[in-house]
């Protein structure tokens, strides 16, 4: 069970705050798909210690449609339906509508649109209600066009460049990378306020799970095809075919699973590539990257990278692909860097932390993180933003 608690003096609540999100956990083992998820649960738990928060979240099959968790007000709206990355295009309108209906009735003090689906109920109801607005950038979606159908591609990006230009009073972005691409669309500075994700540092390191006797590398990504998680398989093969003792664990799930599942078999790595699926207890996807040696994420487009962070807060190297955002997360610590795209280099990679044990320490001693990355950090950066848009 996660256990996040905010050390801020006893008071009143002073904010109501709203946040619309398409999906949310509905147990406190944080059962989640994504960082959008991860943030909003993890900042909304240590503000709920001071403020009401509320959540409208997309319907999901078997998931109740009222419940309080962890102090959080939520309420699923719109047709119900299983979780997808892609498509639901139907029920995907019948959140935003019904989170505008929904969001009519409440009383807030400010909106936030926690990814790219809540922005537009975010931005309507503020506006109506005449209350603060906020939305969250994750990252934009000139990233996904090869991975999203083209008419649907293209009415999605005209809507986001409309919102983004909307009088937001704030655009939090999570990382600077994704500051640069707004101030590249022409989006003022000074509208903009770069608070990141993080980890809750403390317990990941108190956390106590056995190490694997063989080298494991280990990988939490969702499995849609730019996070490349068959380059990483890939790279094991090429491992093992060169009689290195090496095994994974791959973490998540998604629409490439079962062709993952295929590449596995062809390849004839059953007994040493492990595809886990979906992991419901955020404690048990903690201890698996713990069991392991050494941390892989293969994505090639990353907005912040939070399983990143809690591998490194494991004490875990990471081999990440070179990419900008994969530098301002690091810090360039503890981290090997392979050309994105490129399963051979990765391979040479994972194979020098696998042959050099010294090197392999150095990484390890490197693992260290600062305060700007535990959630009890953001969440005041965040409490802060919040409390001073709303008394301006």
Known sequence: MIS???????????????????FFPTTLNLDVHGGIETRTYAIGKLLSSRHEVYV??????????????????????????????RGAIGERVSFIISAIWQGLFWNFDLVEGSGFLGWLPAYILGVVKRKKKVILVADLLENYASDTPKLAYKAATVLEKYLLNRP??????????????LLKKHILSKKISVIYCGAEVQRIQKLESEKKQIFTIGCVSRLVPYKRVADLIRAIHI????????????????????????????????????????????QEVIKIVKSCQVFCLPSVVEGFGISTIEALSAGLPVVLADIPISHEVTENQAVLYFKPGDYRDLARQLHRLLSDQQLYQKLARETGLSNKYDWKQIARETENLYENLCTS
């Open 239 to 282: 491992l093992r075919s060169d009689k290195n003792l090496v095994e994974c664990e791959i973490v998540g799930d998604g629409e490439e699973l079962p062709n993952l599942k295929q590449l596995v078999k062809d390849l004839k790595l059953t007994r040493f590539v492990h595809l886990r699926g979906f992991v419901e207890s955020h």
């Open 56 to 85: 409208l979240a997309a319907a999901e099959t078997g998931k109740p449609m009222r419940q309080e968790l962890a102090g959080i007000k939520v309420r699923r709206v719109g047709w119900s339906r299983q979780y997808s990355r």
């Open 168 to 181: 937001w009073e704030r655009i939090i972005c999570i990382s600077q990378v994704i500051k640069e691409k």
């Open 4 to 22: 996040l608690k905010l050390n801020l003096q006893e008071a009143e609540a002073k904010l109501k705050i709203l946040y619309l999100t398409e």
